[in-house]
């Protein structure tokens, strides 16, 4: 069954670049569509799916599908940034410049007077480092406020919410200990492309894959969900992960 519903499926006009392939799942009664961490793609089918049926569910789904491998699976360069006064920093969706401060100033990252200040780092991978932490410290418990609300209305009590770096991924999920974790680089955006990120891993801690139970999740949470997916797909690749020059 699954090679009859793999020539079914190749017969789409899947991206060429996808990795995808084809689970039978005998307890499943309808198609499931998972896209891992990587942007690989599972269909899951039951054992007597109907390869044109599964076909055809597919097809329906192919833009938001692709949108999700495009959000999941490896990013183009990213931006870099210098390390001088003037340089544009964004935090929360508002733009702030960058004050280095003298090699004689002591003290820490902060917003002041509607500047970023930064004391003259060692190198610019100390910068760097000082900018990803100062917005790791200030996201932790602005996520966890901001999530006590979105958590309410998804259903579900996450123990622990915090903003580290998580590399390649904007969001992480651990069922087992209910935690939370956003990439602090999320940082810079508004702060509703900022819950579309949280209500996606905590609906993850009910509900597993991307399939139509976790989409009706993540919309009874998010109504303008579509709106939100189509702005932070524009809004992603501007996001500074530290690279600097």
């Known amino acids: 069954m699954s090679i009859t519903v793999e020539s079914a499926l190749a017969a789409l006009p899947l991206p060429a670049e996808w990795r995808w ?17 990587d942007g690989a793609v599972l269909f899951a089918v039951p054992a007597d799916a109907e390869p044109t049926a599964v076909a055809d569910a597919v097809r329906s789904r192919l833009p938001r599908l692709a949108a999700e491998v495009r959000r999941r699976g490896p990013r183009p360069g990213q931006p870099v940034k210098e390390l001088v006064s003037g340089a544009s920093f964004t935090y929360l969706g508002r733009r702030y410049r960058l004050r280095v401060l ?22 610019r991978a100390d910068g760097a480092r000082r900018l990803a932490e ?7 418990p602005w996520l966890a406020a901001r999530a006590e609300a979105l958590a309410a209305r998804a259903g579900v009590k996450p123990q622990q919410i915090a903003a580290r770096d998580l590399g ?41 894959g991307h399939g139509a139970a976790f989409r009706r999740a993540m919309r ?3 109504l303008d969900l579509d709106d939100l997916e189509r702005r932070f797909e524009q809004a992603e690749p501007e996001l500074w992960r530290g690279a600097v020059e």
């Open 134 to 140: 100062w917005y790791s410290v200030r996201g932790t």
């Open 220 to 222: 009874a949470v998010l």
């Open 168 to 208: 390649d991924r904007w969001g992480s999920c651990d069922r087992d200990s209910r935690r939370i974790t956003a990439h602090w680089a999320l940082m810079q955006l508004p702060p509703a492309l900022i819950d579309l990120v949280l209500v996606h891993e905590l609906v993850h801690l009910k509900t597993s």
């Open 21 to 37: 392939r084809v689970a039978v799942r005998p307890r499943r009664q309808t198609l499931g569509i998972e896209v891992a961490e």
């Open 102 to 123: 003298p090699t004689a100033v002591k003290g820490r990252v902060r917003l002041y007077r509607g500047w970023l200040e930064l004391p003259q780092p060692a190198t």
